[in-house]
C-alpha cells in the first residue's frame, strides 16, 4: 500500500487548505479512510476518518466542526478540508487507510506526509 499526500503549505490562521491523497490500492476495499498528523514534539493522532461503509465518521475534538474528510473512490483519493485553520494545526498530515476500524487509533496503513504550517 502506498500513499501520497499532496496540498500543503504555508497558510495564515483563519485560511483554508484542501489536502489530497492518491492511494496505490482501491479505498473502497478499506473500511476506513482517513488522516492523521504530527506536530513537531507531539505524537502522531488521528485527525480524522470515515468509513467506506455503513457512515461512520470520526473528528477528533480539535478538528471537529472544522475539518472534513471525503473519498473518490474512482480516483482511489481521498481529501481533508480544513477550515478556519488555527496555529496549533500545524503538522504534517498523513492519509491512511484502515480495514478495521475508523476512530482516533486508526491508521493501520499511512504513507508520505505533507506540511501544513499556519502562521501568520
Known amino acids: 500500500v502506498q500513499l501520497q499526500a499532496s496540498g500543503g503549505g504555508l497558510v495564515q490562521p483563519g485560511g483554508s487548505l484542501n489536502l489530497s491523497c492518491t492511494a496505490s490500492?482501491?479505498?473502497?476495499?478499506?473500511?476506513?479512510v482517513g488522516w492523521l498528523r504530527q506536530a513537531p514534539g507531539k505524537e502522531r493522532e488521528g485527525v480524522g476518518c470515515?468509513?467506506?461503509?455503513?457512515?461512520?465518521?470520526y473528528y477528533s475534538n480539535s478538528a471537529l466542526d472544522r475539518f472534513t474528510v471525503s473519498v473518490d473512490n474512482a480516483k482511489n483519493t481521498v481529501y481533508l478540508q480544513m477550515n478556519s485553520l488555527k496555529l496549533e494545526d500545524t503538522a504534517v498530515y498523513y492519509c491512511?487507510?484502515?480495514?478495521?476500524?475508523?476512530?482516533?487509533?486508526?491508521?493501520?496503513?499511512w504513507g508520505k506526509g505533507t506540511q501544513v504550517t499556519v502562521s501568520s
Open positions: 491512511a487507510l484502515d480495514n478495521y476500524l475508523c476512530g482516533p487509533s486508526m491508521g493501520e496503513y
Open positions: 490500492v482501491r479505498t473502497s476495499e478499506f473500511y476506513a
Open positions: 470515515i468509513s467506506t461503509v455503513g457512515g461512520r465518521s
